[in-house]
């Protein structure tokens, strides 16, 4: 039997709220099907089932709060039947007895419910059980007092709490764990800025490209070159990985930003990238990703240039290895021979893991974006 | 089309892109995408959308030209098929 667990949808979102099923008992289903709708604080996502089955038993109800992990629901294996299927014990998240991870709280099943229900801010109450839980009398006492501190929360827009308390936990762990270095390159831009004018010039309008599909696919094919950008972190160990699934930075504009991936970016033809890029920001800014597209990325691109700044160093996303940055495409003062000339250029910046490269190779990272956008006929 | 016509068929498209814009905070003579938080994307979708919406052509290499409401709306004016 098959037990289909919630998963990961990225290092600042470690629970869920699961509004929809899109599955029932009886249902086939195939590798990449989306069988659920789950709400976590920034957008809701599609789940996609990566395993083939009948689905035999819905476990959680919609409207529960699940933390990542959890048993969402049973199926069986093709060729197995209910009569011969072995049902897998329905372990918790995380054992009994052992410690929770640091990012999250203990709280009893029975304060969260009660806490919920009262409209209790979770985040508020002080855990005074074993290790710091939260049991039903801590969530109690909070409510007793309407001054606590979790009910004048409460009157502030909660999901936009909720979003910088995701945001604020993830990037904690990241400056916390990860050993940054930054690196930074200016990128002369004067040949990707004319080639791309030329190239949009014969495109109608709606198949016109933007400059940050170019940053994206350089960012993608250096990749190629230099592998200890591309992957994750995990168990102790650097795991390169062969595809690359491109993060993008996406502002929300309630507040907030994702990161979802275009996946394998470095295969795509420019034109492609750019429908996969506009269908992204669409999808990210209506609240509808894909789980896959939300826990895939092996690096992520900001391009916070865009909308001013010179230069962005930027925050790593557990368990990514790096984040290239780029700033605003701008022109500047630039040495052309021995003459001093304006062109335009983009500050190109990299953060990276120092558990996973040095500074040199993030060097040649950044220097092989240069020589890719230095021919972006190519790209 | 009218000067007012055209005014609020670009509202409408903004309104499309940035749904939280409230239209009476808006300088008409002042730069348009700081005010309202356009992205390149978005202002691509903006310019897409009015090129359907109004039936202009509207080459990247005027994309320049397009800083204020008032702008976008006199350019329109200029562009559209009398």
Known sequence: ?379 | MSEAEIRAAVIGVLRSIAPEMEEEAIAPDRPLRDQIDLDSMDWLNVIVALHERLNVEIPESDYARLTTLDAVVAYIGARRPA
């Not at chain 1, 021979?337 to 335009?344: I, K, N, Q, T």
């Open chain 1, 1 to 379: 039997m098959i037990a289909f667990k919630l998963p990961s949808l990225g290092a600042d979102m470690d629970e869920g709220k699961l509004l929809e099923w899109k599955i029932k008992p009886g249902d086939r289903v195939k590798r990449g099907d989306v069988v659920a709708v789950v709400d976590t604080t920034k957008a809701a996502v599609e789940v996609e089932i990566w395993e083939e089955g009948t689905v035999h038993e819905l476990i959680v109800e919609p409207g529960e709060k699940i933390p990542v992990g959890t048993v969402m629901a049973l199926l069986l294996a093709p060729g197995e039947t209910a009569q011969t299927a072995v049902r897998p014990q329905l372990a918790p998240a995380f054992p009994a007895g052992a410690a929770a991870p640091s990012a999250r709280r203990r709280i009893s099943p029975a304060a969260r419910k009660h806490a919920e229900a009262l409209g209790v801010n979770l985040d508020s109450v002080e855990g005074t059980g074993p290790g710091g839980a939260v049991t039903l009398e801590d969530v109690e006492k909070v409510s007793r007092h309407p001054s606590a501190p979790g009910q004048a929360a409460e009157e502030i827009p909660h999901r936009n709490l909720e979003i910088r308390r995701a945001i604020g936990a993830a990037m904690s762990r990241s400056k916390r764990e990860i050993p940054h270095y930054y690196l930074s390159e200016t990128i002369p831009m004067l040949r990707a800025s004319e080639w791309l004018a030329r190239e949009n010039d014969r495109r109608p309008l709606p198949e016109r490209l933007l400059m940050a599909v170019l940053l994206l696919k350089a960012s993608a094919l250096a990749c190629k070159a230099v592998p200890e950008m591309n992957g994750h972190y995990r168990d102790g160990a650097f795991r390169p990985s062969a595809a690359v699934h491109l993060g993008v930075a996406i502002s929300l504009r309630r507040g907030g930003l994702v990161a979802p991936a275009i996946h394998d970016a470095a295969e795509r033809p420019l034109a492609d990238l750019m429908k996969g890029l506009s269908d992204l920001v669409k999808r990210a800014r209506a609240g509808s990703l894909k789980s896959s597209e939300m826990s895939d990325p092996t690096i992520t691109v900001s391009n916070l240039g865009d909308t001013g700044v010179e230069a962005t160093f930027a925050i790593i996303y557990p368990p990514q290895v790096a984040i290239v940055g780029f700033g605003r495409i701008a022109p500047r003062p630039w040495v052309d021979g021995d003459a001093l000339v304006a062109r335009p250029t983009v500050v190109a910046t990299l953060s990276a893991d120092h558990r996973a490269s040095d500074g040199h190779r993030g060097a040649l990272f950044l220097a092989e974006i240069n020589r890719l956008l230095q021919a972006p006929e190519a790209l």
